[in-house]
């Protein structure tokens, strides 16, 4: 059975990799929880973030471009590149794994998901949706709420 789009790259990523993006996002909405101030130019940071599928396409029609040149004015053996890239693409969109992926997630490249449970949260703790936060007597922080809401 192939996995649905949404959850296709974090199943192919390792746990340590998914649980340090999770905590690096929780970091930094706790961070804006106390610096509420922030909030407006990290939503328009997160506007700029690059989502992973966004850079794999972009890396991959790169090489297959310079594939295609390379063959047309050096050597016919680079359509090798384009060929192995668009197998890669493939791999991807079917599976949601392709080597490049392990390399991308290890460098903190986040799935439109996980960007947008930022950005939800961000706004929760901004008040775009109402009030938010602990009930009286509860543990939890304000963050902790807008990040479970965001993450429903």
């Given amino acids: 059975m192939l996995p649905n789009t949404v959850e296709r790259v974090p199943l192919n990523t390792s746990d ?56 047309a004015t050096a050597h016919k053996r680079w359509l090798m590149l384009p060929v192995l890239v668009t197998g890669f693409l493939f791999q991807h969109a079917v599976q949601g794994w392709c080597p490049p992926i392990p390399i991308l997630r290890r460098l903190g490249y986040r799935t439109s998901r996980e960007i947008e449970t930022e950005r939800i949260a961000l706004k929760a703790l901004r008040g775009d949706f109402g009030t938010i936060g602990p009930a009286e007597g509860e543990r939890d922080d304000q963050a902790s709420h807008a990040l479970q809401a965001a993450r429903l």
């Fill in 16 to 71: 340590e990799i998914n649980q340090r993006i999770a905590r690096d996002t929780n970091r930094r909405v706790h961070f804006y929880q106390a610096n509420p101030a922030g909030i407006d130019r990290r939503l328009r940071e997160l506007d700029e973030e690059w989502d992973i599928e966004r850079v794999l396409e972009a890396n991959a029609a790169s090489v297959a471009f310079a594939g295609t040149v390379l063959a």
